[in-house]
């Protein structure tokens, strides 16, 4: 008869696979521990660049209130599993004066955050007449944006629009406002005769526009003609068709028709 002979059975802790997976557990745990708990990397620090009308105050208040942010049901503000893109959609989100916005990263515990405002190129009301929305009135940017609500007009040109207004979102067209800005620019700095300043654009549908000067007539505009031809037009009625002596009494100035331009006197 034969017999087997057992082998003898190697301790697991003389495995080296064993001490394999044992220092795999040990790093992968002392980095979870490094990435999400360890304070070298808590953020301790926020600094804000480029605000002007918008509080620092209130930004950190919102980027605090935010940054602890749960990772596998953790919260945590650790500077490496910070989102940035999630505080920027969220600032931009909160405060509508913020025209864009990059948050930034300074290993080991430092954010830095830099805003650019908006800036006022001119007020948005409502077409006149509308119950309860006198006071409704906005500053928008060059794009056409409200982002906050004012009292007095300053000097920026008003335009009245239909429309449901709200910060942050677009309300004009940023094409057709700086159409309009061009023109106002043009014949505030034209020469003596043709020289007037356009205080309010009122906008209807189908790109008719009627411009408001200061001395009280108004100018009819149509943005589907073309713009160049019309203030062609308009220089050359202002300089030999109006007299110095009679324009007070205009009422208005038509120039939406081909190639001509019509002309009204106050009765």
Not at 137 to 149: F, H, M, N, S, T
Not at 191 to 200: I, K, M, N, P, Q
Request: aromatic share 14%; with cysteine.
């Amino acid at each position: 008869m034969r017999f087997k002979r057992k082998k003898k059975r190697v301790s697991f802790l003389k495995r080296r696979y064993f001490w394999y997976a044992l220092g795999f557990l040990f790093l992968s745990s002392f980095l979870f521990w490094t990435v999400v708990f360890s304070p070298w990397l808590e953020i301790q620090e926020v600094r804000v660049e480029g605000t002007n009308e918008l509080s620092n105050e209130r930004v950190l208040f919102t980027i605090r209130e935010a940054w602890w942010k749960p990772w596998l049901g953790i919260p945590t503000n650790s500077i490496l599993l910070f989102d940035a893109k999630y505080m920027e959609e969220k600032l931009l989100s909160a405060f509508p004066l913020i025209s864009s916005i990059s948050v930034e990263r300074s290993l080991p515990k430092t954010l830095g955050v830099n805003i650019q405002e908006r800036e006022q190129k001119a007020t948005w009301c409502p077409p006149a007449g509308e119950a309860g929305k006198e006071d409704l009135c906005l500053a928008i940017d060059e794009k056409g944006v409200p982002y906050k609500k004012v009292t007095d007009e300053g000097n920026y040109a008003v335009f009245h629009s239909d429309g449901s207004p709200q910060l942050g979102q677009e309300l004009l067209d940023p094409s057709l406002l700086s159409l309009l800005l061009n023109f106002k620019e043009k014949f505030q700095a034209a020469g003596e005769l043709a020289r007037f300043s356009t205080v309010a654009f009122d906008i209807a549908a189908g790109g008719e526009i009627q411009a408001k000067t200061q001395e009280g007539f108004k100018i009819f505009l149509d943005t589907k003609e073309d713009m160049d031809w019309q203030e062609a037009k308009l220089r050359l009625v202002l300089e030999q068709k109006v007299p110095p002596e009679r324009r007070e009494e205009l009422e208005y100035i038509d120039l939406r028709f081909g190639s001509q331009a019509y002309l009204k006197y106050q009765d």
